[in-house]
Nanobody
Framework: QLQLVESGGGLVQPGGSLRLSCAASGLPLDYYSVGWFRQAPGKEREGVSCINRSGGSTNYADSVKGRFTISRDNAKNTVYLQMNSLKPEDTAVYYC??????????????WGQGTQVTVSS
């Protein structure tokens, strides 16, 4: 069964950077696409970015384009989200999840536990 574990969150000042990791096990990493999502207090969960199985195709929410970069290292069974120029509105719990295709829904019960990102001065 697929397992995903997020890590790398923390408290940073505006303009700072973090790199989130999504470590996968139970299935080969190249078997699935992986999406990053976030949920801020009082708001619905939203999609942030997604990367396809090979890493050859990516997408981003408009709010993070030019600041975030998604990548994957299948040899390490890990997907990354490099977050630069962080803003207070980026504060949220960040999750990764399996998707059969980046254009499709999240596979049920594939969510990781989430990692907290707080951007504050």
């Amino acid at each position: 069964q697929l397992q995903l574990v997020e890590s790398g969150g923390g408290l940073v000042q505006p303009g700072g950077s973090l790199r989130l990791s999504c470590a996968a096990s139970g299935l080969p990493l190249d078997y699935y696409s992986v999406g990053w999502f976030r949920q801020a207090p009082g708001k619905e969960r939203e999609g942030v970015s997604c990367i396809n199985r090979s890493g050859g195709s990516t997408n981003y929410a408009d709010s993070v384009k030019g600041r975030f970069t998604i990548s994957r290292d299948n040899a390490k069974n890990t997907v990354y989200l490099q977050m630069n120029s962080l803003k207070p509105e980026d504060t949220a719990v960040y999750y990764c999840a399996r998707q059969n295709y980046c254009s499709g829904p999240v596979v049920p019960d594939s969510w990781g536990q989430g990692t907290q990102v707080t951007v504050s001065s």
